[in-house]
């Protein structure tokens, strides 16, 4: 069973930048795509950015420019940079994995979420 840890999060002021990570513990080599989804207060989860195995990457069209993800294969771990942050990017940022190449919201592994909040 994958175990899915993100760390990172936290306050920033607008402008400013924040990287996230996820360790992938257990069976690493059984994931495939991994990546990031956010929930805004009141709004639908969203994904913001995910890699495969390959380093194949996609983004949402709001984070493109500013978020850059990546992943370390040989520490089992995925980060997040995110730069020149918005308010509107406040959200609770989760981890998820897949076997597959694609990660969505039917994705078996996720991490607990981690909070940022982007205020002056």
């Known amino acids: 069973q994958v175990q899915l840890v993100e760390s990172g999060g936290g306050l920033v002021q607008p402008g400013g930048s924040l990287r996230l990570s996820c360790v992938a513990a257990r069976s690493f080599a059984s994931i495939n795509a991994m990546g990031w989804y956010r929930q805004p207060p009141g709004k639908q989860r969203e994904l913001v950015a995910a890699?495969?195995?390959?380093?194949?990457?996609n983004y949402a069209d709001s984070v493109k420019g500013r978020f850059t993800i990546s992943r370390d294969n040989a520490k089992n771990t995925v980060y997040l940079q995110m730069n020149s942050l918005k308010p509107e990017d406040t959200a609770v940022y989760s981890c998820v994995a897949d076997r597959s190449r694609v990660v969505d919201g039917r994705s078996r592994y996720w991490g607990q979420g981690t909070q940022v909040t982007v205020s002056s």
């Open positions: 890699i495969t195995r390959d380093g194949i990457t």
